[in-house]
């Protein structure tokens, strides 16, 4: 066996100063940076009132509040509780189904191999972008006062927020796609039109479904947030149970929603695999 050679430092020290040597705000940035986050992190605790007394006194209500919701029990309100969870899984698909139709042909004018212009691209960016900066919540603040209380604000409120975030997924998507297809076809004779649907759509299809089965998942959730703020669905009545403090009622309704989103989870999963083995074999 050889020897492994010993290194000679003082040559490295030599002939890479700049390595060895390095200048005191390179080897000082890394601490500094430490230093500044630990200080907005005292800084926010600090400005935001934040008290471990207060905190752990509220364990013990929380305690007490887990205690009363047990059993669940949704008396004679099973019914009403049925309907309204139909309802937040009919907010949930409909407003991402509604979101992914428009966003799909807008999403093909934001991307850069699509329209290389910047004239064209850049607004498009930017009006998806400030419709994706709102929280879905305050587009359903938006739409309640526009259209009224109920299932049609929570629709129009996951539609138009799940709109710019599908635009930007869609477009890198299609950016991302194998130009050798689309070079195929153009050198065939075909269209700037047969160059997108038959060179560019079939590989980007089984990505958008995906992502769009991955926001019915999360949308499921969010339709609940938006129904505590008048947008209907089983968020409307979790919140009326927590209010008059029906603790079992409210325990009962938390499981529903655990139990229809584990059950969407599990399907949308079949289907993502089932799309991405079909698309394998194709």
Partial sequence: MTKPQQVDTQELRARYPDVFARPASARLATPAMIVVALAILIYGLVDLDFSPSR????????????????????GSSLPIYLKALGETLSIALLGTTLAAIFALPVSLLAARNIVPSNIVRFPIRRFLDSIRGVDTLIWALVWINVVGLGPFAGVLAIAVSDFGAFGKLFSEAIEGADQKQVEGIRASGGSALHEIRFGLLPQVLPVIAGQVLYFIESNTRSATIIGIVGAGGIGLQLAEQIRVLEWQKVSFLILMILVAVAAIDFISGKLRFAIIGRRAVA
């Avoid at 905190?55 to 949704?74: E, R, V």
Wanted: a negative charge.
């Fill in 55 to 74: 905190f752990f006194a509220g364990l013990s209500q929380l305690g007490w509040i887990s205690l009363m919701m047990i059993p669940p029990d949704p």
